[in-house]
């Protein structure tokens, strides 16, 4: 049977969830990056669909989402879960 290393044997790697260098690059999303986001889902988005797919914070996410909503963007629909989407007005993006 084979035996297992001692742990100081053993080669372990740590690598970080994030560098400085993406911690840099990881700027604020802008409304073009929403729409798009939104388009690509059909032209329905949630924050956590925004921040999953552009690595914001679900704060960030919120606050784009309201501000464009403002703005006349998008409308706001409730689920029959009870979960609020965002959708796009303008279907013509879609196309």
């Known amino acids: 049977m084979k035996q297992m290393p001692h742990l100081e044997e053993q080669e372990t790697t740590h690598k970080p969830h994030y560098s400085p260098d993406s911690l840099q690059a990881n700027k604020a999303a802008s409304d073009k990056d929403i729409i798009e986001v939104a388009v690509a889902n059909g032209g329905r988005v949630t924050p956590t669909v925004l921040c999953a797919r552009l690595d ?12 464009l909503h403002t703005k006349g963007v998008f409308t706001l629909e409730n689920t029959e879960a009870g979960h609020l989407v965002y959708v796009l007005i303008d279907f013509d993006l879609m196309r």
């Open 56 to 67: 914001i914070s679900i704060d960030e996410a919120t606050s784009k989402l309201e501000s």
